[in-house]
Structure formats: structure tokens, C-alpha cells
């Protein structure tokens, strides 16, 4: 089975701090994305990766970089943490770079910012 | 821009009834969508998929029906069970856009 970790489930940070959100999956798949889950919005793309060093803005960029150093791993970084990036993140990968393969999800990491 | 919206965003049911749950998407050119259900306090979980070269496809105890014309998905899960309740939601991977969700309660 495809498994998909993230680093955190809860992650409790200050407005302003630096924060990092790691995601790592285990079945060498290619791609990599990050997403915001909000009530009454669904899953928004934040960024994705089709490869190592490689990353494309997704549809809500503003606030967040991302770093993919080595295939398994692609992480999400807020520089300047603020209140309204209070979320549910998740991260999903898919093996190729067919847009109509399925995404396998990470469980998710609550960040609160206060 | 793309949307992909639910209808209703809570279905309660009896256990045993038969729950549709329904979703639109705006993109005539999107060729895959896929279902998924979401736990509180996880991720969300692959439970069928289906492409625009079919009209409907069943898994175990679940169909998904594809309406081209009227850019149109549902998700029929037969038998529901408690273990059903959780927000399903839909997902068009031609444009990488999800619905919003929809809370199926399923009562004992």
C-alpha cells in the first residue's frame, strides 16, 4: 500500500514564526502537492512538485514555499506564519505525471496560528 | 474559473437506506473524476473513480454515475452503514479541483 506521512498532526505556532510542514511518501512516486482544507471550501492547491528541485505554484501560492530536495520528501514552508493560514494541510502524491492518476493523501496537519 | 460543487452539504440516513450524494463540475473538457471520503481527523481516502469514456462504474457496495450532458457525478453507496458517516467529496483531476464535501450521518 501507497503511504503518505506527514510529520505533524497538530502543529500549534505564533503569528510571525517560521514554519515548516514535511510530507514524505514511501512508493517513489513523482509527484508531489500540497493542499489547504477549509471548511465550506474544499481542498485548495497550494504547490506542486512534478520533481526532484522542481515545484509549480498551484491556485492560493501567497504565503508559502515549498522545497523538494529528494524524491520522497516535499516540504511546506510558511515564512511569516499569520493567523489566516490557520488550517488543515494535506499532502498527496501520485506515481506519474498523468494528471488523471489518483492521489494518494497524507492524513493531514492541523496548524493553528495565533 | 473551474468549480466543482455538492449540492446538499448534510445527508442524514437510516442504516440500511441507500444515500446519494451528488456533485457538478463546470469543465465539459474534464475526463476523470474520483471520490473520496474523509474521516474526521484524516485524510481523505479513495473510494471509486471513474472517466468521462463511461456512464457509471461499481465498486463494492458503491456506484458512481457520470452525466456528461449535464456535467453531473453522484456517488450511491447501497446498504449504508454507520461506519459510512464521514464527508464524501468529489474530485476532478483534469483540472486538480475538489468539492466543498457533503457530512453523510448515518443513524443506527
Known amino acids: 500500500d501507497v503511504k503518505v506521512t506527514q510529520s505533524s498532526r497538530y502543529l500549534v505556532k505564533r503569528t510571525g514564526e517560521k514554519v515548516f510542514l514535511e510530507c514524505v511518501q514511501d512508493m517513489d512516486h513523482e509527484n508531489m502537492f500540497w493542499y489547504r482544507q477549509d471548511p465550506g471550501l474544499g481542498l485548495r492547491l497550494i504547490y506542486f512538485s512534478y520533481d526532484v528541485k522542481m515545484k509549480e505554484k498551484g491556485d492560493i501560492p501567497e504565503g508559502y514555499s515549498v522545497s523538494r530536495e529528494k524524491k520522497e520528501r516535499f516540504s511546506l514552508i510558511l515564512e511569516s506564519a499569520s493567523t489566516n493560514q490557520t488550517s488543515m494541510y494535506l499532502c498527496?502524491?501520485?506515481?506519474?505525471?498523468?494528471?488523471?492518476?489518483?492521489?494518494?493523501f497524507g492524513p493531514g496537519t492541523r496548524l493553528l496560528v495565533l | 474559473g473551474e468549480s466543482v460543487g455538492l449540492h446538499l452539504p448534510t445527508l442524514s440516513v437510516q442504516e440500511g437506506d441507500n444515500s446519494i450524494i451528488n456533485c457538478a463540475y463546470s469543465?465539459?473538457?474534464?475526463?476523470?473524476f474520483i471520490w473520496y471520503k474523509q474521516e474526521s481527523g484524516k485524510g481523505p481516502q479513495f473510494i471509486i473513480d471513474?472517466?468521462?469514456?463511461?456512464d457509471k462504474r461499481q465498486g463494492q457496495r458503491v456506484t458512481v454515475l457520470l452525466n456528461k450532458t449535464v456535467k453531473h457525478l453522484s456517488l450511491q453507496i447501497a446498504a449504508t452503514q454507520p461506519g459510512d458517516s464521514a464527508v464524501y467529496f468529489c474530485a476532478d483531476y483534469s483540472t486538480l479541483t475538489f468539492g466543498k464535501g457533503t457530512m453523510l450521518l448515518v443513524s443506527p
Open positions: 498527496a502524491s501520485t506515481q506519474g505525471r498523468n494528471r488523471g492518476e489518483t492521489q494518494y
Open positions: 471513474i472517466r468521462s469514456n463511461m
Open positions: 469543465n465539459s473538457a474534464s475526463d476523470y
